[in-house]
């Protein structure tokens, strides 16, 4: 299960101004949610990270022919570099956890020769 958010976080008020924030956490109930089963791009320009979210939609399947679907952009979400190390970083213990409970299997680092 995927760790609440905290209600409080520091970020960087400015570098040259050397102080500290502190940041509350305001819900939005309202706000509305996007559903995805798959990424479509991921592209880093150095200055964000843009990721589209696809959704595939299946044609109607007939008798004897292939399955045939279409995938569609669902969302497109961009963020700067400090957002996008916090998604990394965040990602990175939602695997943790997955691996934890036995949903993922961790690869064992494989070996090269030189």
């Known amino acids: ?11 960087s008020a400015g570098a040259a101004a050397g102080q ?7 819900d939005r109930p309202e706000c509305n949610e996007t559903f995805a089963d798959s ?3 991921v592209y880093f320009d150095g200055q964000s990270l843009r990721i589209e979210f696809g959704v595939t939609r299946l044609d109607d399947v007939k008798q004897n022919a292939p399955v045939t679907g279409r995938r569609h952009p669902a969302q497109r979400m961009v963020l700067t570099p400090m957002a996008a190390v916090e998604l990394i970083n965040r990602m990175q213990q ?7 409970a036995g949903v993922l299997k961790a690869n064992p680092p494989t070996k090269t020769t030189n």
């Open 94 to 100: 939602v695997g943790a956890a997955l691996t934890q």
């Open 39 to 41: 990424i479509n791009h």
């Open 1 to 11: 299960m995927a760790k609440e958010p905290d209600n409080t976080s520091a970020v």
């Open 20 to 26: 500290t924030a502190t940041i509350r956490y305001v």
